[in-house]
């Protein structure tokens, strides 16, 4: 192994919107090698810092990101914003010049607003910090891995992601996992059919390359995959968004008894965390064409990938098979 793999290049990944499909490509590819060919997972990160701050809460992104940083031999260190210096007033721009001077390799960072990873990255260069930023989540904005984690177990299923047809279902309007996986389908040409209720599901999507559907059954009956999203109530403000739970699931939660609408071969994803009984029935949610384990499982593979390219490592991003 060449003992110049760590070169700071701030490959930072703040969002899908910004990846080309080759760069798709290229982590998904990665992804799968780390996954399918341990003998391909080296230190390659041995002795960087990998810092992860989190101003939001998180059980499986946190861990995943953690175990991958951990498999690829780096020290993770994990801030939280409620025992941070957060709770003494301190910006977010002076964290960032903070962490920075004491130079990690790379900083993963999920924050409740809309383009806080673009302004940690800012911050951190300000100090001359050559470090990468990965977005776990901003807001409503992006969570670009989780997007790359779904690409990656719906190609498991289906060879390619051109014209199949994916139906994306529920809190569109709050949902990051909604907007990265938009601009990801796209990119690799798939068809994405949002639906649930007309409060969630903002036309704003549709010129992203999205068509709503106002009909959930008609989602449900067409689609390849359907990704099924919780209802985001910590987002809300104002009168509620539907009249009552009952009602949404009636209307637009995945029961069993629409489940067995879906084709025959179509599956069913969630992000997670679920809400069983809401927009997932328990029997769908563990039954045989849920794949929500197998997306848990790749997320940590996705996440490797994500940091060999965090940190160029050999070069990667030249010299990957597609
Ligand atoms: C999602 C998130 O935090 O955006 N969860 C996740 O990262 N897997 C979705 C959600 O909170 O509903």
Redesign the pocket.
Known sequence: MSTVLLRRANQHLLGIETLSALDIRQILARARILRDAPEQVHGVMAGVPVITLFY?S?T??RVSFEMAAQKLGASTISISASSSSVTKGESLWDTGRTLASMDPGVIIIRHSSPGAPQLLAEAMESVGNGAAVVNA?DGAHE?PT?ALLDALTLLDRLDSLEGRTIGIIGDIAH???ARSNLFLLRKLGARVLLGGPRSLVPKTLEPLGARIVRDVDEIIEVADAVMM??V?FERMQGPPAFPSLSDYTRTYGLTAARARRMPPQAFVMH???MNRGIEIDPEVADGPTSVVAHQVRNGVAARMAVLERAMDVDGWSSSKDL
């Open positions: 939001e998180s499986r992104t989540g969570h989780q949902s990051r996992v999203l919780r985001q992000p997670g965390p």
